[in-house]
């Protein structure tokens, strides 16, 4: 990654700061992006400190369309390129289905889903005229697995799977030099759980002390490097951490009985 240009969103914590980072110590030349600025300049500081020489850094919302489509024009007049661009930016809520209302169904759809569309579709012609890109989407363990409360979480998550993969067809079909990957990170010790809104009567801190105690074992520094491992050798679909193989392989053994197990689980734990 040496000298390229690598695009960060949801750059200002969790995964995406140590994306950044990482992508910092193999070289690359960085655009970050949050909408928490004080995040984000953070990153920064420690992206320097990391090696990272040449940092652009913006606060920027990946629900407005205008926006994305002019931080990309930006990010591509300030380094003369784009190289590789990640769509990490995500957000979750808790909430049954009967219970949680439109506006916070959609406000997970716009980020997590929206927010991926936008960046690729503003960056994708950007990466294309590279001549060697590379677009990654991080999508989730949950868009193979489903959740009883995180819903919303679940389909936009498996929507970005889908999209992810359908893209990565047409580049080949079309002969762009653009190589796509999707990225299903399993428990990783992030705050996003712990940031989630919940529904009226829920509180979303009962899921995020179940999902920290039990599911998030692996480090987010691990998760960059396993993610930019993937993308150097240009995996078209990267698992992150153990617990992601093996329920990957629940799923495909036992497609509708692992649903059995996961609303007992959830029920020992008092999260539905």
């Known amino acids: 990654m040496d000298g390229r240009v690598v695009v960060v969103t949801g750059a200002g914590s969790g995964i995406g700061r140590e994306l950044a980072r990482e992508a910092a110590r193999r070289g690359a030349r960085l ?5 928490d600025v004080d995040g984000l300049a953070r990153t920064v500081e420690l992206a320097r400190g990391d090696g990272a020489t040449d940092v652009y850094s913006q606060r920027l919302d990946v629900t407005e369309q205008a926006m994305v489509a002019e931080y990309a024009g930006v990010v591509a007049e300030h380094f003369g390129e784009v190289n590789l661009v990640i769509n990490n930016a995500g957000i979750a809520f808790t909430g049954r289905v009967e219970e949680s209302g439109y506006k916070d169904i959609a406000r997970v759809m716009d980020v997590d889903y929206w927010g991926v569309v936008h960046g690729t579709k503003e960056f994708l012609p950007h990466l294309i005229a590279s001549g060697d890109g590379h677009l990654v989407n991080i999508s989730s363990i949950f868009a193979i697995l489903s959740v009883p409360t995180q819903n919303a979480y679940n389909a936009a998550k498996a ?16 002969g762009h030099p653009v190589d796509v990957s999707c990225v299903h990170p ?44 993937g993308v150097e050798r240009r995996r078209a679909r990267i698992l992150v951490g153990p617990d992601a193989y093996a329920i990957d392989a629940l799923v495909r053994l036992f497609p509708t009985a692992y649903q059995r197990g996961t609303v007992a689980m959830t029920r020992r734990f008092g999260v539905v």
């Open 31 to 35: 655009a970050l992006s949050d909408v």
């Open 159 to 174: 929507a970005v799977q889908q999209f992810t993969e359908s893209l990565r067809m047409e580049m080949l079909a079309a």
């Open 186 to 229: 399993g428990g990783i010790k992030t705050a996003v759980a712990r940031n989630a809104g919940a529904a009226e009567g829920l509180d979303s801190k009962d899921f995020a002390a179940v999902f920290d105690e039990k599911f998030a074992r692996t480090e987010a520094s691990t998760a960059a490097r396993v993610i930019l491992d």
